[in-house]
């Protein structure tokens, strides 16, 4: 979901596709519930990702002489890159306004691990230089809270429900204000009936 309020910054700064493609890629996995899933999270002191593909993409991209366990992902979600490490790639959790934001093969690696099939040469030039770029004047994109924990609904083609992934223990999952809205929905050979429904109202940006 992307507040209606949001989009013409969004837009205007050029920072939409980033903020999207961020998004989407939670959406298909690149986060802790699919990650476990998958058993390529390892938590702890610690936290890393141990997909082969993106550990090799990694060390590719100046990653060998990280003294750490391999992929890190950020901590205390284990949803994204940490920026002291991979400072402006497109999964870390903060964005600079108008700054390219290259999307890695590490990335891109990271859903082969998955399973999905990913055509690598789409990639950016990407390499680990070591050092955090400074931050831009102004307020950044913030997508570190991003991420729903849970419970996930799998749902087959037929829209059953066949499967719940609970969230992990100890998550708190968000409250959301709801509000009622009223419907008036005629039918063909009958009076007006009025029914009420719960609405859920929209989270900010890349939330």
Do not use: C
């Amino acid at each position: 979901m992307f507040d209606v309020d949001d989009i013409g910054a969004l837009v205007s700064n050029g920072d939409l596709e980033d903020v999207a493609f961020h998004e989407f890629a939670h959406g298909l996995g690149f986060g802790p519930g699919y990650f476990d899933d998958h058993d390529l999270l390892n938590t702890g002191s610690d936290p890393h990702f141990s997909g082969p593909l993106a550990i090799a993409a990694f060390n590719s991209a100046g990653g060998t002489s990280y003294t750490g366990a391999k992929v890190p992902v950020s901590s205390p979600d284990h949803a994204h890159w940490p920026e002291s490490v991979f400072e402006l790639e497109v999964m870390t959790p903060l964005m600079d306004p108008a700054r390219t934001h290259p999307y890695s093969a590490v990335t891109l690696q990271a859903m082969a691990d998955l399973g999905y099939v990913v055509d690598v040469s789409l990639a950016d030039d990407y390499q680990l230089s070591g050092v955090s770029p400074p931050r831009v004047a102004g307020p950044v994109i913030d997508l570190s809270n991003d991420v729903v924990q849970g419970p996930v609904m799998v749902i087959d083609a037929d829209g059953r429900i066949v499967r719940v992934i609970p969230p992990p223990p100890g998550t708190v999952l968000p409250s959301f204000q709801r509000r009622e809205v009223q419907l008036d929905r005629r039918d063909s050979d009958g009076p007006v009936r009025w029914t009420r429904i719960p609405s859920t109202r929209r989270r900010p940006s890349g939330r």
